[in-house]
């Protein structure tokens, strides 16, 4: 048996410890949404998150005195009050567990944490490291070029800033692969550690600064990348700031007997496959579903040349009566409308490629249904016509392919020379 030898750790160590673990495990399992596209956790959230709903509804209206009312989007005060309540009862538990259990299984403890947070912040940095490896994680749409940089909220220019660039987006997934094969190993877990708390400090910036709403899944990864830390925080201060020559602590494996040492190198072969596997299958699933869709010659920016609405005789025509100033069609079945007022309206779509038709959606009406059919006359142009609203529309339509524009061309090629565009030799 591997024996540890435990640092004393004083009552406020140990206090701090115990509150940690059980506000991470709270974060867990009611705020991560951990596994929902597993087939075992896809039957255990739903009922997890109505008990969190619940939950952060009370914590809310026990705060704030009113009920709330917005989207519970991840980054909102439902959620702040909610993980700010899991601290509350995290410190209240681990008082009560720190005065009974006085140290006695402070060790077994964080071994288990250890094990717990090394893998968690490698399963979840996996999705998105292989989402960057794949360019899936900050696609670029159509969409999003309808408008001038000066009308984009802040987490949108991010996405483009990050997405133009093919290299970088491949430069950290790369890095969280990295950290990752680092983390699966108790050895090698605080390199990965140390690997992981730099980008995502990175990370976290860069989401506030740019108010992309996932402050709260990256504060709390790093949250877990300090829990891998914690026993070699003090060494690697006094080896980094101090100059001194310290050894990182050995962490014991989580079956410390010989007997079935074997059958937990198994168990652990068996749990990163059912992991990764997956994981790879939905992630060549998606590039083949948003690479290639159907509808794939559609794909693009449409500037509208010549548009024209006439009401249906006898029908009363829509109120909308703003003509249509661009168009943009995604990968996904999405299709943006921007108005000659500039207003943006978003329509689902399916393609009938056969016989050339998108049946629109809207998302907001279940009753609005849209056929508009669309023919090529020819390179680039294309004429749509069709019933929207109980009008008859018919466009006339340039498409522009978005890697043709000043901001991807040449997109995922390094240039080595700069040249500016006012300058002539």
Known sequence: MIKYDLPKWSITQQLALRAFSIYLI????????????????????????SLYSAFANFSYKLFF???FK???????????????????????SAIIWTAIDKGKRLLKLYKYMHVFARFYLAIILFDYAIDKLCLLQFTLHPAQFLQPVGNMDPHILFWLFVGSSKGYQFFGGLMEMTAIIFLLFRRTATFGGLISLAFLINILILDVGYDTPVKVTVFHLLLFDVMVLVPDIKRLFEFFILGKN??????????ENKKYRFAAVLAKICFICYIIFPA?????????????????????LYKINEFSRIPTAGIPGSIDTVSWKQLAI?????????????????????????HKFLILKDWGDPAFVCNLHYSNNKANEWLFDGVFKNDSIRFSTTQINIFDLPLLKGYGKIKWEWKHKGYSN
């Open 280 to 300: 790879i299958y939905y992630e060549w699933k998606a590039v083949n579903e948003f690479g290639q869709p159907s509808h794939i010659k559609l794909v693009g």
């Open 26 to 49: 709270l974060y867990f399992t009611f705020v991560s949404y951990f596994g929902d596209g597993d087939f075992v956790f896809r039957y255990i959230n739903p009922g997890l998150q």
């Open 246 to 255: 310290k050894n990182l602590t050995n962490i014991p494996p989580l079956i």
């Open 330 to 354: 995604d990968n996904f079945p999405v299709l943006t409308v921007q108005k000659a007022n500039d207003s943006i309206a978003d329509y689902h779509f399916e393609a009938d490629t056969l």
């Open 65 to 67: 005195q009113h009920e």
């Open 70 to 92: 917005e989207k519970p989007i991840i980054d909102s005060y439902l959620t702040y009050t909610a993980v700010f309540s899991f601290l509350l009862i995290a410190v209240a």
